[in-house]
């Protein structure tokens, strides 16, 4: 298993990729909870959703394990099931069981586009400065999703957002774990993330603001009303309108899982010469999923950059992957402990992992403006649109325009400016 897993040239051991997969699911644990209850809006069974959300994470985070060696879990992407429900199946009237046909479709592309290794290619000509960009801008978001989730961050309707109520106690637990797993961390605690989590709902146990479990073991949903549904609406999908779905799905999908791909390999110490190696495997794990989730039940599947809480304990290898599968897998059967797992258990590790992730904009070349200006806005963007993929995209459009400007226009790969094209169309019609 260690020599499978290359344990010797990542320098790791079994009880760091174990607290690491811990870690990883505890902190994209919600999913379970989240997930059906944004799809089920849109008509869709809330007990097939669980189990069609655990089982899509098995298979996928078994998959990027196994096959890449990426300490990365996969479950359904919280944006694109949100676009699922909300734009497409509500907003566009089109019925669920065709939108996730064409979840299914755009996993199936993805799949065709993994094996041509058309997206290891358009990952590998990124310029390295725009990948440490985008890692760092990652980090930016994932830090911005924190404080929102420990309400310290809010809406407000004068200033956009404003710091949150200090008095709250879900605020104030999530600030106690911050402090806590800031403390542990800084006295060089292995694990101290995963420790701070725990102080965290226990503290909140005993204060009252978590809820402990009133039972430990719960009944497994049945999947009936969603599996195998899209196998049933294939010949629905032939419409304009559906197909601009598809392509958003493709579009945000592909880039959500390129930026966590990045940020987590960069993260990790694995990308080497600003190359990911297997970037090829984990993009066919990543759309094999997709495809498995669709037939299960559930919206799109995407790389969690929640997988940096994992990394930031020590994960380095798909074993910590396969740990993360064993935790769905466990958590099947033990859905009442799920309640435990509050946003404000898991908000301080997040603010605490997208520090460490935005450490990444040190290596970007600030001397040079065309690299400065593209790389900045991608990283801003990110948490301003609440979007990895547009943060991406809008980097991707500025950074060819700069290096045209200085006659530097060969340096830019084509496939930068078929993407920047794109990316244009995009936004124009989107």
């Known amino acids: 298993m260690k020599r499978f897993f290359q344990f010797a040239e990542r320098e790791t051991t079994y009880r760091k990729e174990t607290l690491a997969g811990v870690t990883t699911f505890l902190s994209m644990a919600y999913i379970l909870v989240v997930n059906p209850i944004i799809l089920s809006q849109a008509g869709m069974d809330k007990g097939a959703l669980f189990t069609a ?3 899509s994470a098995i298979v996928g985070s078994l998959l990027i394990g196994i096959l890449a060696n ?6 359904p992407s ?4 949100s676009f699922f429900t909300f734009s497409v199946c509500i907003g566009m009237g089109v019925p669920w069981e065709i939108a996730l046909t064409g979840v299914f479709i755009a996993g199936i592309i993805f799949m065709i586009l993994s094996i041509m290794k058309i997206r290891e290619k358009i990952i590998n000509v990124i310029p390295q400065d725009l990948k440490f960009a985008i890692a760092g801008g990652i980090g930016f978001f994932v830090a911005f999703i924190g404080f929102k989730n420990a309400g310290l961050v809010v809406s407000n309707p004068e200033t956009f957002v404003s710091i949150g109520d200090l008095s709250s106690p879900a605020t104030l637990l999530a600030v106690f774990g911050f402090i806590i797993t800031l403390m542990m961390l800084v006295k060089g605690i292995k694990g101290g993330i995963f420790y701070g989590m725990v102080a965290t709902t226990v503290i909140g146990m005993i204060v009252g603001k978590i809820d402990v479990p009133h039972s430990v073991i719960g009944k497994v949903p049945s999947l009936d009303p969603t599996f195998g549904v899209v196998f049933t609406h294939l010949g629905d999908i032939f419409t304009l309108e559906i197909m601009a779905v598809i392509f958003t799905f493709l579009f945000v999908a592909f880039f959500d899982t390129a930026g966590a791909l990045i940020a987590v390999a960069s993260q990790a110490g694995i990308m080497k010469d600003n190359q990911i190696p297997n970037a090829g495997r984990a993009l066919l794990a990543d759309s094999a999923s997709g495809v ?7 919206s799109t599947t995407a790389s969690f950059v929640e997988s940096s809480a994992g990394v930031a304990v020590g994960g380095r290898t798909g074993f910590t992957s396969v740990v993360i599968a064993i935790c769905f897998t466990i958590a099947l059967f033990f859905s009442p402990v799920l309640s435990v797992i509050t946003p404000e258990v898991t908000a ?8 460490l992730m935005a450490t990444e904009v040190r290596h970007i070349n600030w001397n040079r403006l065309e690299v400065v200006i593209p790389s900045f806005v ?3 963007m990110m948490p301003l649109t609440f979007s990895v993929a547009t943060g991406i995209a809008l980097g991707f459009i500025l950074y060819p325009f700069a290096m045209i400007s200085l006659k530097k226009w060969k340096e830019v790969h084509p496939i930068i400016y078929i993407l920047c094209g794109l990316f244009i169309l995009y936004f124009a019609f989107s």
């Open 78 to 81: 919280m944006g694109l099931n």
């Open 348 to 355: 301080p590790a997040l603010i605490i992992v997208g520090a």
């Open 292 to 298: 498995a989730g669709a037939i299960f039940g559930t």
């Open 378 to 380: 991608t990283i801003i």
């Open 53 to 55: 959300t655990a089982l």
């Open 70 to 75: 990426f300490p990365i879990g996969i479950a």
